[in-house]
């Protein structure tokens, strides 16, 4: 209903009248004046007088209501996509943890959990995830995918590329991808992905994607110690960004990747990732665990796995670890 009269505002770009309001969508004015409340306290800023009724003055730059509007079935033409469900929250502790229990409950395929604020953000290999609120995306898709668990790795890969993608196209910021799956810009942090699942030795039952972005957070809203290693799109750019723009166009991004996998394999994905992919032909540092590795990251097959070149000669695959560029 709120994204019904959303729709008539903006179609109108004037006074609507209450009478108006209340045929189009065949509720009562007074019911009409609690919609109109429940939208302001989101955030919308609406204008009332009670000769010409209301008008839309501005849109908040982060809204559930916004998101639903861009990702529709029409813009899919199909009932499973990715954000025809969608959880908006004020504050969470993770979205992923939020969404692994969803999902649990049952949540379909392409359930999206977003939050303006973590309070126990969650990065890979344990670390802490830095999640200030009003300022940057942390979101979590569940996908149930007919793959093993040995390709979940696809679905990270999916969400790196359409984050570099929709970041791209919302923005015009170009983005690179770290191997396996940070967003950087000339090396800086912007961005990471954890995935989470649950699976039988042959199947995925359900898969949380994890997706944070730093979009209008100040250096000033990290710690001190990754000040130097981290960056946010506001930073790059000069400008804020919206991040439900941001966030419309990462899931336009998912939903045409996700349908490329089904339909073609993951030749394309993995090709599109490599091109992204800011490592390959330079010198780094790996951790494997407690392992310290130092070679030239020579390339990626076809599971995605990272081919080290060491300084003996022989080459080395990793599945995972942690990336430090040497130059
Ligand atoms: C990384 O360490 O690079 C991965 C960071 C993933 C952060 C996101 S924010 C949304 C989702 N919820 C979490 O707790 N973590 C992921």
Excluded at 51 to 68: C, D, H, Q
Excluded at 100 to 115: Q, R
Excluded at 206 to 223: C, E, K, T, Y
Excluded at 240 to 257: C, G
């Amino acid at each position: 209903m709120l994204t019904e009269i959303i729709k008539i505002f903006k179609e109108k770009s004037d006074y609507v009248s209450g009478e108006e309001m209340s045929k189009k969508l065949g509720i009562t004015r007074a019911a009409i004046w609690k919609k109109v409340k429940e939208l302001r306290r989101k955030g919308y800023v609406i204008k009332g007088s009670s000769a010409k009724g209301y008008r839309l003055i501005k849109t908040p730059e982060f809204s559930a209501e916004e998101l639903r509007m861009i990702i529709s079935p029409e813009s899919f033409n199909k009932g499973e996509f990715i954000g025809r469900e969608l959880v908006f929250l004020e504050s969470v502790d993770s979205t992923n943890t939020f969404a692994m229990e969803l999902a649990e409950k049952g949540s379909p395929h392409g359930t999206i959990v977003i939050a303006d604020k973590q309070t126990k953000g969650k990065g890979r290999l344990g670390r802490t995830w830095v999640s200030p609120p009003k300022s940057n995306i942390y979101m979590s898709a569940i996908m149930r995918p007919e793959i093993g668990p040995k390709d979940a790795t696809l679905l990270t890969v999916m969400a790196a590329v359409a984050c570099a993608e929709g970041i791209k196209n919302s923005s015009g910021l170009d983005v690179r991808i770290k191997w396996p799956n940070d967003l950087v810009v000339y090396d800086k942090k912007l961005g990471g992905i954890l995935t989470e699942m649950k699976s039988d030795p042959d199947r995925i039952l359900f898969a949380v994607v994890g997706i944070g972005i730093n979009v209008n957070a100040g250096l000033r809203n990290f710690p001190p110690d990754i000040r130097d290693t981290a960056t946010s799109v506001k930073k790059e750019l000069g400008k804020a960004q919206s991040r439900t723009a941001v966030v419309a166009e990462i899931l336009k991004s998912m939903n045409r990747w996700h349908d490329i996998l089904a339909k073609e394999g993951k030749r394309p994905l993995i090709e599109e990732w490599k091109r992204r992919l800011t490592t390959l032909g330079r010198k780094v540092r790996v951790f494997v665990g407690s392992e310290s590795l130092t070679g030239i990251a020579e390339d990626v097959d076809g599971e995605g796995l990272l081919i080290l070149r060491l300084p003996s000669g022989a080459a080395r695959k990793i599945s995972s670890g942690d990336v430090t560029m040497l130059r």
